[in-house]
């Protein structure tokens, strides 16, 4: 991600799956949850591709032709050791080598499998290796870089400012109620007056572009807290 631009891209997952009857409406499936998908029908196609490419996940069928699963995920652990794969497993024997796998599987599924039971394993993996992003109209907050935008603009905050931020945003369109803005952006022993928290609200509004005297953002909402508008 370049230093002032948000990239909006969605989690890349590749599926590698010779069985055009599990692949193609797999594939589909996960496309409808949002991800975007390589699906591939060989080893050889998906050691490839899971060496050059940063995937979210990596759902991995064994019988493939070409290399088989095991082999592909050894190079593609080469490349990229921290991948999440999750094995296809067709058989006792298949799911016998996985768990003896020395790179390990983070996680397998033993056909026929169901495709709700998939996507949950999916989404718990995905959400492991994707960094969570917050967003919020055209306001995006990302926690674990800390880092913030507006539309394309990356915001200059302070930690406090962000620590309000990052929490308005995760609640947006509810109230937050100044009692746990004061605990969770300062903490619990503060006894300050809550001119604190108001200068950090009109700073906020103003590297966000609202209009103090008629916020569309941050709102007011008088005598109970703050609300995010999303
Ligand atoms: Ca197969």
């Given at each position: ?48 591709m899971g060496e050059e490419n940063d995937y979210a996940l990596i759902v991995l069928d064994i019988g493939l032709p070409g290399l088989d699963g095991l082999e592909v995920c050894r190079r593609v652990r080469r490349a990229d050791a921290d991948v999440p794969i999750l094995f296809l497993t ?141």
């Amino acid at each position: 991600m370049a230093r002032g631009t948000y990239d909006a891209s969605v989690a890349r997952l590749l599926l590698a799956e010779d069985d055009d009857g599990i692949r193609l409406p797999l594939a589909r499936a996960l496309e409808r949850e949002g991800y975007a998908v390589d699906a591939v029908a060989d080893g050889t196609s998906a050691a490839t591709m899971g060496e050059e490419n940063d995937y979210a996940l990596i759902v991995l069928d064994i019988g493939l032709p070409g290399l088989d699963g095991l082999e592909v995920c050894r190079r593609v652990r080469r490349a990229d050791a921290d991948v999440p794969i999750l094995f296809l497993t067709a058989q006792d024997s298949e799911l016998d080598a996985v768990a003896g796998l020395d790179a390990g599987a983070d996680d397998y599924v033993t056909k026929p499998f169901g495709l709700a039971e998939l996507m949950a394993r999916v989404r718990a993996q995905v959400r492991r290796s994707a960094p969570e992003v917050l967003r919020a109209a055209d306001v995006a907050v990302d926690p674990s870089a800390r880092r913030a935008w507006v539309g394309d603009h990356e915001l200059d905050l302070t930690p406090k400012e962000f620590d309000l931020l990052e929490l308005l945003v995760r609640n947006s369109g509810q109230v937050v109620v100044r009692d746990r803005i004061m605990d969770e952006v300062w903490d619990e022993n503060w006894f300050g007056s809550t001119k604190t928290l108001d200068m950090h609200v009109s700073s906020l509004r103003r590297k966000l572009g609202d209009d103090a005297a008629a916020p569309t953002r941050v709102v007011t909402v008088r005598g109970v807290g703050l609300r995010f508008e999303a």
